[in-house]
């Protein structure tokens, strides 16, 4: 009963951080933009019309309200289901694994809604000017060498560890979690190199911005492969020392950690008041 | 340090980031020892095609403002100082100059200055 409640806690721990408070901070976020940097001000902020921006975010909330309401009457559901079971006794098999994609959701459909608030700002940028900065941008100049070393350690613990309690066998299963692992990174390093020697997604962005942004992903990356090769080394044990009914505990935790390291981050890394929003001002000629 | 290029600039714009990248360093806004973008880099954020900046580092090596250490990426050459501020092509014009100065003082005629440049150039060439 004790591993049901701690249950319970971390899921509506999971529920109401990643969509009720993260989701608040962003609308908040978008809310201070539209206040303090408005169309008339900020031309170039807005390549469409502002009331785009307030549909989308419009949008954006529901759909965080939907989740966050279908997650309490799952946990409902789950909990009436569950009422007669032993701590050991497996349950919700899954529920914080699927719904946490769930929850991500809303997150993917608003970054793939910035990407296209990129482009369209790059197809409206009519200026002639181009600036860059003469600092390369190296990894290492982003995140610590051993920060690195240890992301790739942990990856290669897990494949280690895996192996050991199967007897060195190479099972079908581990051979996907090994490949899931292999493209999970190769996404991280194809990001990485976008990222250091890429073209600039924010045709006004400033150099320092963009430096900023560049060490706050590359950190995040590093920080999401290490917490990934935990959670598998946990999940692997959980399957071979037959503590299944861990497993909904770790996923549930596994998440929230993801969702502090990830948004959590952007939101107390990248502030809007250390943003240099003077690079949407409408051109002088023009005005 | 920013540079900033112009590309309704008449000027062409590997001129320009070369003579921006002179400027810094005749500025002090970047040192001698101190590493620059690599090529690929640099183009993306300024959006121009990398044979661009190529040529732009190259002229730079050139003139030995800049110096390419392979892997280990480009760094602002060690007299770039003094070779910023050498204007290469005011140089070749002082020398050539001289050199017609010379051919008109023993009495050659410009035709004949212009046969004989032309010749050096292409056994240069060959």
């Given at each position: 009963?004790?591993i049901?409640?701690?249950?319970?806690?971390?899921?509506?721990s999971?529920?109401?951080?990643?969509?009720y408070?993260?989701?608040?901070?962003i609308?908040k976020?978008?809310?201070?933009?539209?206040k303090?940097?408005p169309?008339?001000?900020?031309?170039?902020?807005?390549?469409?019309?502002?009331?785009k921006?307030i549909?989308?975010?419009?949008?954006?909330?529901?759909?965080?309200?939907?989740?966050?309401f279908?997650?309490?009457?799952?946990m409902?559901?789950?909990?009436?289901?569950?009422?007669?079971?032993?701590?050991n006794?497996?349950?919700?098999?899954?529920?914080?694994?699927?719904?946490g994609?769930?929850?991500?959701?809303?997150?993917?459909?608003?970054e793939?809604?910035g990407?296209?608030?990129?482009?369209?700002?790059?197809?409206?940028?009519?200026?002639?000017s181009?600036?860059?900065?003469?600092a390369?941008?190296?990894?290492f100049?982003?995140?610590?060498?051993?920060?690195?070393?240890?992301?790739v350690?942990?990856?290669?613990a897990?494949?280690f560890?895996?192996?050991?309690?199967?007897?060195?066998v190479?099972?079908?299963d581990?051979?996907?979690?090994?490949?899931?692992?292999?493209?999970?990174?190769?996404?991280?390093?194809g990001?990485?190199?976008k990222?250091?020697?890429?073209?600039?997604?924010?045709?006004?962005?400033?150099?320092?911005?963009?430096?900023q942004?560049?060490?706050f992903?590359l950190q995040?990356?590093?920080?999401v492969?290490?917490?990934?090769?935990?959670f598998?080394?946990?999940?692997?044990?959980v399957?071979?020392?037959?503590?299944?009914?861990?497993?909904?505990?770790?996923?549930?935790i596994?998440?929230?950690v993801?969702?502090?390291?990830?948004?959590?981050?952007?939101?107390?890394?990248?502030?809007?008041?250390n943003?240099n929003f003077?690079?949407?001002r409408a051109?002088?000629?023009?005005? | 340090?920013?540079?900033t290029?112009d590309?309704?600039?008449?000027?062409?714009?590997?001129?320009?980031?070369?003579?921006?990248?002179?400027?810094?360093?005749?500025?002090?806004?970047?040192?001698?020892?101190?590493?620059?973008?690599?090529i690929r880099?640099?183009?993306?954020?300024?959006?121009?095609?990398?044979?661009?900046?190529?040529?732009?580092?190259?002229?730079?090596?050139?003139?030995l403002?800049i110096?390419?250490?392979?892997?280990?990426g480009t760094?602002?050459?060690?007299?770039?100082?003094?070779?910023?501020?050498m204007?290469?092509?005011?140089?070749?014009?002082?020398?050539?100059?001289?050199?017609?100065?010379?051919c008109?003082?023993?009495?050659?005629?410009?035709?004949?200055?212009?046969?004989?440049?032309?010749?050096?150039?292409?056994?240069?060439?060959?």
């Amino acid at each position: 009963m004790s591993i049901h409640i701690l249950f319970y806690a971390l899921f509506l721990s999971q529920i109401i951080l990643i969509s009720y408070y993260y989701p608040k901070q962003i609308i908040k976020r978008i809310d201070g933009v539209l206040k303090n940097y408005p169309p008339e001000d900020y031309p170039k902020l807005y390549p469409e019309s502002p009331d785009k921006v307030i549909a989308a975010k419009a949008r954006y909330q529901l759909l965080n309200q939907i989740i966050f309401f279908a997650g309490l009457a799952l946990m409902g559901v789950y909990a009436l289901m569950s009422a007669g079971y032993d701590d050991n006794q497996k349950f919700a098999e899954g529920l914080p694994l699927m719904f946490g994609m769930v929850q991500f959701i809303p997150f993917m459909l608003l970054e793939i809604s910035g990407c296209r608030q990129f482009k369209l700002m790059r197809k409206a940028n009519k200026s002639t000017s181009r600036s860059a900065g003469l600092a390369p941008r190296k990894l290492f100049d982003y995140v610590s060498p051993l920060s690195v070393i240890l992301a790739v350690v942990l990856i290669f613990a897990f494949i280690f560890f895996d192996l050991y309690i199967n007897d060195f066998v190479f099972t079908s299963d581990i051979i996907i979690r090994i490949i899931a692992l292999c493209l999970v990174h190769g996404l991280f390093i194809g990001l990485t190199i976008k990222q250091l020697t890429g073209k600039r997604l924010d045709p006004h962005q400033a150099v320092k911005d963009r430096s900023q942004q560049t060490e706050f992903s590359l950190q995040s990356m590093v920080s999401v492969s290490m917490f990934l090769s935990l959670f598998l080394i946990a999940n692997s044990a959980v399957e071979f020392y037959q503590l299944s009914y861990l497993e909904i505990i770790i996923n549930s935790i596994y998440f929230q950690v993801i969702a502090f390291f990830g948004i959590g981050g952007m939101l107390r890394t990248i502030r809007l008041d250390n943003i240099n929003f003077d690079v949407y001002r409408a051109d002088k000629a023009n005005v | 340090m920013e540079i900033t290029i112009d590309i309704e600039d008449p000027m062409p714009l590997f001129t320009q980031l070369v003579e921006q990248i002179k400027s810094a360093i005749a500025n002090n806004n970047i040192k001698p020892g101190d590493s620059l973008p690599s090529i690929r880099q640099l183009a993306n954020d300024l959006e121009l095609n990398s044979k661009t900046v190529a040529k732009a580092y190259k002229l730079l090596e050139r003139d030995l403002v800049i110096q390419s250490k392979g892997y280990r990426g480009t760094f602002v050459h060690p007299d770039a100082i003094v070779n910023s501020k050498m204007d290469l092509n005011a140089e070749v014009l002082a020398t050539l100059n001289q050199a017609i100065s010379a051919c008109k003082t023993a009495g050659v005629t410009d035709s004949e200055i212009r046969i004989a440049f032309s010749s050096a150039m292409n056994s240069k060439n060959n």
